[in-house]
């Protein structure tokens, strides 16, 4: 399955979990907390009509939530009356029984003894005796006499009082919370009793406590839109967030596709913008692909280094097979002349150095040919004193040289160059060995030798201008009379790459000049 169409499942199972969690939300807890704010509410309520009526001794710009089941009763701390104050009314009861006025002073004292309601202690009231002071004979004036009447009604058997909840609100305020439930309602009825500098307070709040299977049917008709309007809304976001993913990973197969089909060209790298898996993702494909460049280009240097072995096999093929037939055969014709004592050839004492100098000259070929395959594979580094292998080199053509009667101008200093000294002996060898073979009879070879490189110039030398571009390609040589092996050149650029340096070959004005440069490339 493509990553889209999980993508796709995973969020239609989000959205399942996300709307049944919210259908339990709104069944279960909604209503809880709804009746946990309620309660807060009324009892922030009749906070405010305490402290309302405390500061105005009026009902007038109070909000009160049960208007007709709200009042206050007001006690002065001084003198015989009582106020009952509501939204709709007030009302002010004179106190003439001697008794009844007494309880009240007595309630008086308590509440001015008290600093704070935390502290209150209910005075001793013998509300016994207030009680039968206060009965009224049959037909008497209540004005005379003031009494409570409780009566009972018998289909109010099945209500049932709870415990009530004492809140403390500030040292001058305190707030009783009763109530009691039938078989369909719950009633709470709040209290609230709090003293000002000249009297005591009390402000009563009765209210019908909201039931949780009230709220239910509003909550449970209201649930298809909400689950419709949530998963409609999942939906949309869990497109967007497919998106996110799938296209940063469709742009990640396109560039390892064009990798694919890059090889080892250099290619621009991927631009990571995610900050995310994928974004680690794509970090590593442009680290995977560098490397992978890397290695591509290693392995087509270490071909570019087969190719060169394979072509110096054939070089040595080549050479064995047939560069060695001329003094080969040269050396034979000349032994046999001699042995047959046939014409010239009598004369041995001069014929037999011939015959040694083409010997000579195999056995050089062959050391040369040899030597290339042992340089490869055994190359030892050393700080090489050039003026010494200079000079050491040049003795060994002094003969061949004095022959021609050559003259070299050198112009040296001290140079240490990391090299192979065998190597670099066979690079000088070469490079004054064609200087000293195709400079004509007393002309000069000019040898400078500095710490960037070693320069050799012969005059009455050129180089034919369309053989320049192959005088490093084995057997090719720019004097065909002298019938050469054309190994030298190709000797020498072999060495020198082995060795990390460069050289340079020009046709210069009167001569040929040949520089090597000491400073080894960076590969």
């Known amino acids: 399955m493509r990553l889209s169409k999980k993508t796709f499942l995973y969020s239609i199972m989000i959205s399942l979990v996300l709307v049944l969690f919210v259908l339990l939300y709104f069944i279960f807890m909604l209503p809880s ?3 946990e704010y309620t309660g807060q509410e009324y009892l922030e309520s009749v906070i405010r009509v305490q402290e309302g009526y405390s500061k105005n001794r009026s009902y007038q710009g109070l909000e009160v939530r049960n208007p007709t089941g709200s009042a206050s009763l007001e006690i002065p701390l001084e003198g015989d009356s009582i106020y009952l104050a509501g939204k709709a009314f007030r009302l002010t009861i004179n106190i003439k029984d001697p008794k009844l006025l007494k309880a009240v002073e007595q309630l008086r004292d308590s509440v001015k003894n008290t600093e704070s309601f935390a502290d209150f202690e209910m005075p001793d009231i ?9 009965q009224m004979e049959d037909g008497g004036p209540l004005s005379d006499i003031l009494s409570f009447q409780m009566d009972t009604d018998e289909e109010l058997q099945d209500v049932k009082t709870r415990k009530g909840k004492v809140h403390i609100i500030t040292d001058s305020m305190v707030v009783f919370e009763g109530g009691m439930n039938d078989k369909d309602n719950d009633y709470t009825t709040y209290i609230a009793a709090g003293k000002t500098k000249d009297a005591l307070i009390f402000s009563f709040l009765p209210v019908m406590t909201p039931q949780m299977n009230e709220i239910q049917p509003i909550v449970l008709g209201s649930l298809p839109m909400i689950a419709a309007v949530v998963f409609l809304l999942v939906l949309i976001a869990s497109q967007i967030f497919s998106k996110k993913i799938v296209n940063p990973i469709i742009r990640l197969a396109g560039y390892a596709e064009d990798v694919k089909e890059a090889g080892y060209r250099e290619m621009t790298p991927l ?3 995610e900050k995310d898996e994928i974004g680690e993702l794509g970090t590593i494909l442009n680290e995977l692909y560098d490397k992978l460049r890397l290695q591509y280009q290693e392995l087509e240097a270490k071909n570019r280094s087969l190719a060169r072995e394979n072509k ?3 070089v040595f093929l080549r050479a064995t097979s047939h560069q060695l037939k001329t003094p080969i055969t040269a050396a034979l014709l000349l032994t046999d002349g001699m042995i047959s004592e046939i014409g010239k050839y ?3 004492g001069k014929y037999l150095p011939e015959v040694k100098k083409q010997l000579l000259s195999m056995r050089k070929m062959v050391e040369d040919i040899l030597y290339l395959n042992h340089s490869a594979y055994n190359i030892q580094r050393e700080f090489v004193d050039m003026n010494l292998l200079l000079k050491e080199v040049l003795e060994s053509y002094r003969i061949p040289a004095g022959e021609k009667k050559l003259i070299f101008h050198c112009e040296e200093q001290p140079v240490l160059v990391e090299s192979d000294r065998e190597i670099m002996r066979k ?3 070469n490079l004054i060995s064609n200087a000293v073979s195709y400079t004509p009879p007393k002309g000069e070879i000019s040898i400078h030798l500095s710490e960037d490189s ?6 009455g030398a050129h180089i034919e201008e369309e053989l320049l571009p192959h005088i490093y390609e084995p057997f090719v040589s720019s004097d065909t009379s002298r019938k050469g092996r054309g190994l030298g050149l190709y000797v020498i650029s072999y060495y020198m790459e082995l060795l ?3 050289i340079e070959i020009s046709n210069e004005e009167n001569g040929v000049l040949a520089r090597m440069y000491l400073n080894r490339k960076e590969h």
């Open 346 to 348: 009598k004369d041995t």
């Open 312 to 314: 110096r096999q054939e």
């Open 126 to 134: 013998d509300f016994e005796e207030l009680k039968e002071s206060m």
């Open 427 to 429: 690079i000088l060898d």
């Open 500 to 502: 990390g340096f460069q």
């Open 271 to 273: 631009e990571i913008h």
């Open 33 to 35: 907390l709804y009746v």
């Open 454 to 459: 070693f320069e050799i110039f012969n005059t």
